[in-house]
């Protein structure tokens, strides 16, 4: 049974940093491409960054140079780093694997509250 248990966010103000970690079950990081997402009240999800099993790592624009995507996989952990924290980073933050044309598999969700 495939298990993602995100955690580590909260509230932050404004140039602040959180690291959010996602503990994997059930699955293997040397063949799913991990990811985190987002989604602030009254939007769609939103991709934010991708770390693959291969080990590269992509951002999208809004994020880029803020954030890290990383992965222990002794831990079976995937953590995203955020720095210089700014409010319209507020949403709930998710977890995801992806093996690409088989399976994919969210968390349940952390929330990061973004004060001004």
């Known amino acids: 049974q495939v298990q993602l248990v995100e955690s580590g966010g909260g509230l932050v103000q404004a140039g602040g940093s959180l690291r959010l970690s996602c503990a994997a079950s059930g699955i293997s990081f040397s063949i799913y491409d991990m990811g985190w997402y987002r989604q602030a009240p009254g939007n769609q999800r939103e991709w934010v960054a991708t770390?693959?099993?291969?080990?590269?790592?992509r951002y999208g624009d809004s994020v880029k140079g803020r954030f890290t995507i990383s992965k222990d996989t002794a831990k079976n952990t995937v953590y995203l780093q955020m720095n210089s924290l700014k409010p319209e980073d507020t949403a709930v933050y998710y977890c995801?694997?992806?093996?690409?044309?088989?399976?994919?598999?969210w968390g349940q969700g952390t929330q990061v509250t973004v004060s001004s």
């Open positions: 770390i693959t099993s291969g080990g590269s790592t």
């Open positions: 995801r694997a992806l093996r690409p044309a088989y399976s994919a598999y």
